[in-house]
């Protein structure tokens, strides 16, 4: 039994349980790339094998769901922790997962995709959402139930529709681009009690359903007739989360399905006590830790990915400085000026270790991959450059391939932006 471990080892304890480690596929999920613009580089050939269903299924079901982000600068947030473990895919391979019968949007995290078998887990949440708006919490419904029934009657005459398909005078924004019509807020409304579910999306817009629309009979019936009690679904929650998370404190735990940690915790005491999760302590934590029973314990990681900024490795801002002592923040709301490394910053994962961060954009029109600022962080030896660059080249070769862009054009924009655009003007 393993009761303590050292931070190396809880890093590669962490990132096992996330399904890195695994060999990656290079290159295009779908066509060899054009000739590379002049003065830039070139991304990699097509691989020979590329993931599909079969192998992106069980990679989303160890994650337990993809948080949804609409930024698309670079690319959508759900599809990038798929391809830092995979490698290059067909990202409708991934939307056939996503919007198809075996997995449904919810306010999981935040809103994200996950198993459409998750969702009963979430229904205590709902029922949350629910009484808050009758205990008048929500000023918005109380005064507008006839429009929560009208849209009711619509989805059940008419089926699964974007909000913009509903024809109604409310159906317009309340103000500038983020103020909701009428319908739209209906829509949410009802979205977070369950009474209306995700069916897929269409030009990234979500298709709003009755739950008999798009849900398996199976789970409709069983959050019907017979919804799991509140601290039984928690510890479900609460289960996946710790698998998800491989070594984790309670903070870890609670926040992966934003639960508080009074209610996590005796989730956490009881699959404690059924061996599920085992006690650790960890090197430099300062809170009790546990590891979960099938975690495996590798003795080296190989891995080398661009993570995105909402990605389960380093969306928990206080867990990533603990377990790869790396200050991470969002700057995409941050004024320009005010910005330190950029509007869209990755970090670098090279093994074990986040050694730097890229701001990325996908330049669609021009068809390259612009290399905003390029960073190392401080605690690298120059020494290691050389090997870095090399690899997180071969990282970009892929990305821009697996994007369908030309060529890589690195800013003269950060520490590691020399290295890198050296490492990049040479022969792939």
């Known amino acids: 039994m393993v009761d303590s471990m050292s931070a190396a080892l809880a890093r590669r304890v962490a990132l096992a349980a996330q399904g890195f480690g695994a ?34 299924t069980p990679l989303v079901a160890k994650l337990a769901l993809l948080q949804i982000d609409s930024v698309n600068v670079f690319e959508r947030s759900h599809y990038l922790p798929v391809f830092a473990r995979a490698g290059a895919y067909d990202k409708a391979e991934l939307d056939r997962l996503t919007y ?7 306010w ?28 008048g919490a929500d000023t918005w419904t109380a005064a507008n139930p006839q429009m929560i029934e009208w849209l009711q009657g619509e989805l059940a005459e008419k089926g ?45 817009e979500r298709l709003y359903a009755l739950p008999s629309q798009a849900l398996p009979a199976a789970v409709v019936s069983a959050m019907q007739e017979a919804p799991l009690p509140r601290a039984e679904a928690v510890r479900g929650l609460v289960s996946q989360s710790a698998r998800a998370l491989g070594v984790a404190t309670l903070g870890d735990i609670a926040d992966y399905f934003r639960l508080k940690t009074v209610d996590a915790l005796p989730a956490v005491r009881a699959l404690e006590e059924s061996g599920e ?28 990915a661009i993570l995105s900024p909402f990605d389960p490795v380093v969306w928990r801002r206080e867990r990533a ?18 910005r330190i490394f950029g509007y869209y910053v990755l970090p670098v994962l090279i093994d074990d270790r986040v050694v730097g961060r890229v701001d990325l954009k996908s330049d669609r029109q021009a068809g390259v991959l612009r290399v905003q600022s390029a960073w190392i962080e401080p605690w690298v030896s120059p020494t290691a450059f050389p090997t ?41």
């Open 23 to 56: 060999a990656r596929a290079v290159g295009s999920a779908t066509s060899a790339p054009a000739t590379p613009a002049a003065a830039t580089s070139a991304p990699a050939t097509a691989a020979a094998t590329t993931p599909g269903l079969r192998q992106l």
């Open 100 to 106: 198809g019968p075996r997995m449904v949007e919810y």
């Open 108 to 135: 999981a995290h935040v809103a994200s995709f996950i198993p459409v078998t998750t969702l009963p887990l979430l229904q205590w949440r709902m029922d949350d959402y629910r009484s808050r708006a009758s205990a």
């Open 160 to 204: 699964p529709m974007t909000a913009s398909a509903f024809e109604h005078e409310s159906n317009r924004r309340n103000g500038p681009w983020w103020g909701w019509s009428d319908v739209k807020i209906g829509l949410e409304t009802l979205f977070r009690w369950g009474d209306v579910v995700s069916a897929g999306r269409t030009r990234f």
């Open 277 to 304: 999760l085992l006690p650790v302590a960890v090197d430099g934590w300062h809170r009790p830790a546990w590891l979960h029973r099938d975690a495996r314990l590798p003795r080296r990681m190989d891995a080398a």
């Open 321 to 338: 400085e603990r377990l790869f002592d790396f200050h991470y923040r969002i700057e995409i709301y941050t004024p320009q000026p005010k």
């Open 388 to 428: 870095i660059a090399a690899r997180l080249a071969a990282v970009l070769r892929t990305t821009a391939a697996w994007q369908g862009l030309d060529a890589i054009a690195v800013m003269p924009a950060g520490t590691f932006a020399a290295p890198l655009a050296a490492e990049l003007a040479l022969p792939a």
